[in-house]
């Protein structure tokens, strides 16, 4: 007898190429998570990154019209039940599963279009647009985490957010060259480039220091299934955030910062040791 499993399995399929395809460092991070998390987070990766082509890379369409449908396709398929889009069709499982706020993901999908008409930000947008591109993706991935312990869940909530900012604002900092020149974006607020300096990029580096250290304190305290995974994630994002901060400001604006394949393999090493043994 056929049924929808098949289907199921083949759109998991599409949304864990998805995150191979486009993240090696998340794709460590998820192999790392307990078997029966690392699919959930699959589907939320690739809703996510899906959402952010539409803004970054589909340039010559309309993307307003793109990105208002792919939010009516989304609030379908979580109210049918099923999609055609297997991206979709994965997410939806997972937020019906695990009862994530639509709040969530459509603060999410609210950032995403402010990338369509903003191109700077002062501090009031600054902080809606990291709490809608990276805090509320902190906050779904931990609905997965916490299956189904509300309290824990709330009792994780601010850390799981600053954990989802502080990565944000890392890819920010890595990216300021490329979003500037290429999209005509500048996200930290008040921020003149063409005055950039050591003085700016230390204060940007002392707030995301300070988001790391909020988070810390979260990790140790998920459940032992998604503890080593997001440890994983928040050491490679540590390490990323070591090279830049070890770089002149001038050089920030001339490279692309990248922990290398060998590196990465060896802070697995390192974090599953450190774990292993409670060090955390």
Known sequence: MNTIALY???????????????????????????????????????FVRFADEIVDTFHGFDKAA?????REDTHRAIEEGISLNPILHSFQRVVNEFRIE????????????????DTAHDQRSYDTYILGSAEVVGLMCLRVFCEGDDALYQKLKPSAMKLGAAFQKVN????????????????????????????TKRSIEADIQADFDAALDGIRQLPKGARFGVYMAYIYYVALFRK?????ASQIMAVRVRVRNRRKLALLTTSYLRHSFGML
């Open 102 to 117: 639509r709040e969530l993901y459509d603060t999410f999908l609210d950032s995403m279009a402010m990338d369509l008409t």
């Open 172 to 199: 920010f900092l890595r990216d300021i060259k490329d979003d500037f020149q290429n999209l005509g974006r500048t996200y930290f607020p008040g921020i003149d480039l063409g005055e950039w300096n050591e003085a």
């Open 244 to 248: 830049i901060q070890a770089l002149p």
């Open 66 to 70: 793109l990105l208002a449908r792919f």
């Open 8 to 46: 199921d399995k083949v759109c998991l399929k599409a949304s864990r190429h998805t995150t191979y395809s486009y993240s090696t460092s998340f794709s460590l991070g998820i192999r790392s998570l307990d078997k029966r998390l690392q699919a959930p987070i699959h589907a939320i990766y690739g």
